[in-house]
């Protein structure tokens, strides 16, 4: 019973849900290839991390603006328009595709990030501007057309299976997220984040300058899709405007499902991982498993919808008032509670 | 003498009915609608009955998402990414009830509309869910609900069924007079009833509005249940205009419906904003697709400009409007 309640609590705290969702997501992958449903071997490891490599730095980014309590809506018109600057420069010189890309990211990011505290502007709208611009942008650049990248050498460099499951692109992803682990647990800068995302009056009353931190996390997280949408271009051969994937409700998805929450200070890149893997590991196994899309945006919505109500502040207030609903209905009138009945017989001598 | 101070009596009352009426501070706003103007009337073609048709039919249909939309902004909740969605379920409940007539449709439609965001709004109601990601997550669901539903292929209404909806009243096409009727409606519920005042009073303070005895969690179901109603009617407009029901209708009108209301003014954080604003952010957006169009710029400069047009919007409620 006392492992039941531990269990129970530890739930409540983010990361470590993750982590045993995603736990409980590998075994299943396991049992089903036990089962010889599906055949696993490092393909299977290989095919979650290219998943993996796409969305995760897009779920980084976003899980690093929702810690300082904002919210970067416009994660996916970068990831679209970091594709599409990657291809174009990158068909003369392939590693400054990348550059570009980024660096625009970056100060596209760190643009939004200064308007929104030179102005006190809410981050859901200037991004929201921010994605609609950046869209219009990616469709300017490229007439609104797909975009082929040619350069055979590099597509394949970036998707050749480094020890048989990594490649060069799910690296870099495991990379940036080495790196943002160590800069939010082990820093002072990582540490101000947190305090800024909990409680942001404290927090700069304490001495954390908040307008560098605000402007670096938005540059960072324009940066980090504009990464992800660049590795996807190369890895695929192609580019788009609208994005070759469709990664913002996975990378929202992945980013709850890992602890963060819109109050701010919560989540860890840790935990994003795990999140973003859980859904990795679901696409890939419901893909080996020949189930439809239709059932996929089943899983995802209805694993999303949960997290949500389970979140929701006000359930344990709700279930509670339910029991004294049914204790109600279920004792009768003549069962009152002690307080009640001598209240009530104080009003009959009254 | 006595004239001269009345007529300064006068002017002073009617500055200040002006002052009263026009939102606060607001010369970027101002200079926009100036800088429309201009463009408007140097733009030649404009004012020929195809161009209004077609600029009237396509702020229609954004603009009854828009007006949805803004009950849901306005009662706090920042935004629903599953208004796109409902105008989709919408659209193909209204072409699959075709055979059993026009008003069979259109309440069938508006049922599935409301049922489906009064479900969310009772998520974010009552338990306090977050309103972004219950509204992903039930847009996601519903669009594996489409997809097994339909298998991924347009319903057909039945050849002529819908006609009825797609008739123009008075030579105002009929997006346009369900766009006006909506408003008004919207208006009302919003700015004169009980309601409307409690889902304002809800937005710009939730625990204030509770302590003060409002039932915030059903208000609340109450606003996306009526956001919900307002874009189906977008999603019977599209059913109704290509003679079928596509779940891929809906896709992007919760952005252009954002777009809409933050244009028009609407503070995204809750508690203010009209019915009347949001029409005008639909409207001028709308408008500046069509000048840019007549202009021979193409697709792609308009997605841009309208990008550009709602930064500049959202920026100008930034700090400088207040000091």
């Known amino acids: ?350 | 003498m006595t004239q001269s101070v009345n007529r300064a009596t006068v002017s002073r009352h009617l500055t200040d009915w002006l002052a009263n009426r026009l939102p606060a501070p607001s010369y970027v706003r101002i200079t926009t609608v100036a800088l429309l103007v201009a463009l408007i009337a140097t733009t030649p073609g404009i004012f020929t009955p195809r161009s209004l048709i077609t600029l009237l039919n396509s702020a229609a249909l954004v603009g009854c998402v828009a007006i949805g939309m803004t009950f849901i902004t306005v009662s706090g909740n920042i935004l629903s990414f599953a208004l796109g969605a409902t105008v989709g379920l919408c659209a193909i409940t209204c072409a699959a009830l075709s055979g059993f007539g026009a008003v069979a449709s259109v309440l069938g439609a508006l049922a599935v509309g409301i049922l489906f965001n009064l479900l969310q709004g009772a998520l974010v109601g009552f338990l306090k869910a977050n309103s972004l990601i219950v509204t992903i997550a039930a847009a996601t669901l519903a669009g594996g609900l489409a997809e097994v539903a339909t298998g991924g292929q347009a319903v057909y209404a039945d050849p002529g069924s819908l006609d009825a909806l797609k008739a123009p009243i008075l030579s105002i096409p009929m997006a346009g007079v369900v766009l006006l009727l909506a408003a008004l409606l919207a208006h009302v519920a919003l700015k004169h009833t009980l309601f409307g005042q409690q889902v304002i009073m809800l937005g710009s303070n939730a625990r204030a509005a509770a302590a003060a005895g409002i039932r915030t969690g059903a208000v609340t179901m109450a606003a996306y249940a009526l956001a919900g109603g307002f874009a189906s009617l977008t999603g019977v407009l599209a059913a109704s205009r290509y003679g079928a029901g596509l779940f891929e209708y809906g896709t992007g009108y919760d952005y252009s419906a954002i777009a809409g209301v933050l244009v028009g003014g609407t503070s995204i954080v809750g508690g203010e904003g009209s019915i009347w604003a949001t029409l005008l952010g639909v409207f001028v957006i709308a408008i500046l697709s069509t000048v840019l169009l007549l202009r021979g710029f193409s697709t792609q400069m308009q997605l841009l400009a309208t990008g550009a047009l709602v930064l500049a919007a959202v920026l100008s409620q930034g700090r400088w409007h207040r000091s």
């Open chain 1, 1 to 350: 019973m006392a492992s039941i309640m531990i269990g129970a609590r530890s739930l409540r705290n983010g990361t470590t849900r993750a982590f045993i969702i995603l736990f409980v997501m590998l075994l299943g992958l396991l049992v089903c290839g036990m089962l010889g449903l599906i055949s696993i071997g490092p393909a299977t490891g290989f095919s979650i991390l290219q998943n993996f490599a796409t969305l995760g730095p897009v779920a980084l980014g976003l899980g690093l603006t929702m810690l300082v309590r904002e919210f970067d809506i416009s994660i996916s018109g970068m990831f679209g328009l970091g594709g599409c600057i990657a291809v174009l420069v990158g068909a003369l010189y392939p590693a400054l595709g990348i550059v570009a890309a980024v660096m625009f990211g970056l100060i596209a990011g760190a643009a939004q990030g200064g308007l929104m505290m030179w102005l006190r502007l809410g981050s859901v709208p200037v991004t929201l501007g921010g994605l609609l611009t950046f869209n219009g942008i990616a469709n300017v650049l490229t007439g609104s057309e797909s975009l082929r990248f040619t350069n055979n050498k590099i597509v394949s460099l970036i998707n050749e299976p480094l020890l048989g499951f990594l490649s060069l692109r799910s690296l870099a992803a495991v990379l940036v997220f080495a790196v943002a682990t160590l800069i939010i647990g082990w820093t002072r800068l990582g540490r101000d984040m947190i305090a800024l995302g909990s409680s942001r009056q404290a927090a700069v009353s304490a001495g954390v300058s908040e307008t560098p931190i605000i402007v670096g996390v938005f540059a960072t997280s324009g940066a980090l899709s504009a990464l992800a949408g660049a590795m996807l271009s190369y890895s695929l051969s192609a580019a788009s405007p609208s994005g070759l994937s469709d990664v913002a409700v996975p990378a929202v998805a992945g980013v709850i499902l890992g602890g963060a929450s819109l109050l701010g200070g919560a989540g860890r890149p840790a935990g994003t991982a795990a999140g973003v893997l859980i859904l990795c590991v679901l696409a890939t196994g419901l893909t080996a498993l020949g189930v439809s899309s239709a059932i996929r945006d089943f899983i995802t919505g209805g694993i999303l919808l949960a997290v949500a109500i389970s979140d929701g502040p006000d359930l344990g207030r709700r279930i509670y008032e339910l029991k004294a609903i049914r204790r109600r209905i279920g004792g009768g009138a003549g069962s009152l509670r002690p307080l009640e009945q001598s209240v009530a017989r104080t009003t009959k001598q009254l």
